[in-house]
T-cell receptor
Framework: DAMVIQNPRYQVTQFGKPVTLSCSQT?????MYWYQQKSSQAPKLLFH???????NEADTPDNFQSRRPNTSFCFLDIRSPGLGDAAMYLC??????????FGPGTRLLVL | AQSVTQPDIHITVSEGASLELRCNYS??????LFWYVQSPGQGLQLLLK??????LVQGIKGFEAEFKRSQSSFNLRKPSVHWSDAAEYFC?????????????FGTGTRLKVLA
């Protein structure tokens, strides 16, 4: 089945230690999104790639970066995680304007 | 300003009872509308969507939603709730043109089902 895959499902890191979360998709969608979701809140868009074009949300901290080496993969890099960055990180994809399909998420814990 | 409102933060229903979750939006053009469900620790699963055409849309798991342009609403309904429906439900509007398209999410409604 075509799907969105996120690895790892759970990630524990130390305060200030860089961490990378990955997302891959078999849907061949041209748009990939990264969301941060904290407990009992709606997902908050961090940035998205439209093809190779990177679109950063205005309020996304510089601590968060992303890479998309090819259509199928997208990475979220947190350069110096703080305690406030502990959250669920969701990857989603869409074919241009339309429905977004979400991965299962990566739960990040910062110690 | 574009926005999505889910007025009910929490809803509790008995198993077998009917359910309606409210969603109101503010958007200048004809919106793309979505309902997602999220179980604890999981991603968002698409229940149904509306782009155009018939204003009553059917989704998975026995859910349906009705688009009412005059009321700027897209309420989600289910005639008989099952215990497995307990989850968080998000309404979303797809906004923007190609290249800038993104979702505007409501704040979510947490559904509790009593046995």
């Amino acid at each position: 089945d075509a799907m969105v895959i996120q690895n790892p499902r759970y990630q524990v890191t130390q305060f200030g230690k860089p961490v990378t979360l990955s997302c891959s998709q078999t849907l061949n969608h041209n748009v990939m999104y990264w969301y941060q979701q904290k407990s009992s809140q709606a997902p908050k868009l961090l940035f998205h790639y439209y093809d190779k074009d990177f679109n950063n949300e205005a309020d996304t901290p510089d601590n968060f970066q992303s890479r998309r080496p090819n259509t199928s993969f997208c990475f979220l890099d947190i350069r110096s995680p703080g305690l406030g960055d502990a959250a669920m990180y969701l990857c989603a994809t869409s074919r241009d304007v339309g429905t977004q399909y979400f991965g299962p998420g990566t739960r990040l814990l910062v110690l | 300003a574009q926005s999505v409102t889910q007025p009910d933060i929490h809803i509790t229903v008995s198993e077998g009872a009917s359910l309606e979750l409210r969603c109101n939006y503010s958007y200048g053009a004809t919106p793309y509308l979505f309902w997602y469900v999220q179980s604890p620790g999981q991603g968002l699963q698409l229940l149904l969507k509306y782009f155009s055409g018939d204003t009553l849309v059917q989704g998975i798991k026995g859910f349906e939603a009705e688009f009412k342009r005059s009321q700027s609403s897209f309420n989600l309904r289910k005639p008989s709730v099952h215990w497995s429906d307990a989850a968080e439900y998000f309404c979303a509007v797809g906004a923007g043109a190609s290249g800038t398209y993104k979702y505007i999410f409501g704040t979510g409604t947490r559904l509790k089902v009593l046995a």
